[in-house]
């Protein structure tokens, strides 16, 4: 059974920082691309970032550029995303997914997703 479950969400200071983990079970992880995303209340999904599972390549969107880091664990079956320097307009639901097979970042098409992990960033 394919899962992927998150963690790390919470609530955080500007300029603060977090670190969310998404466990993958029930597949490889290394043979896939993740990507995370996140939606925030009112507003329409984002992707945040992606991971390559051919070349690593990392993507991010222009907001979280120079401030979000991928990563992948492929002994632990884990993907990551470090946030450094929050700022509130980051508060959202953050979701981790599971690109098809035979797609690849920065064009995603998912096919699992996770349960999402909610994000508030707030002084």
């Known amino acids: 059974q394919v899962q992927l479950v998150e963690s790390g969400g919470g609530l955080v200071q500007p300029g603060g920082s977090l670190r969310l983990s998404c466990a993958a079970s029930?597949?490889?992880?290394?043979?896939?691309?993740i990507g995370w995303l996140r939606q925030a209340p009112g507003k329409e999904r984002e992707g945040v970032s992606c991971?390559?599972?051919?070349?690593?390549?990392?993507y991010y969107a222009d907001s979280v550029k120079g401030r979000f880091t991928i990563s992948r664990d492929n002994a632990k079956n884990t993907v990551y995303l470090q946030m450094n320097s929050l700022k509130p307009e980051d508060t959202a639901v953050y979701y981790c997914?599971?690109?098809?097979?035979?797609?690849?970042?920065?064009?995603?098409?998912?096919?699992?997703w996770g349960q999402g992990t909610q994000v508030t960033v707030s002084s």
């Open positions: 997914a599971k690109l098809v097979d035979g797609s690849n970042c920065p064009t995603e098409l998912y096919d699992y």
């Open positions: 029930g597949f490889t992880l290394d043979y896939y691309a």
């Open positions: 991971i390559s599972s051919s070349d690593g390549s990392t």
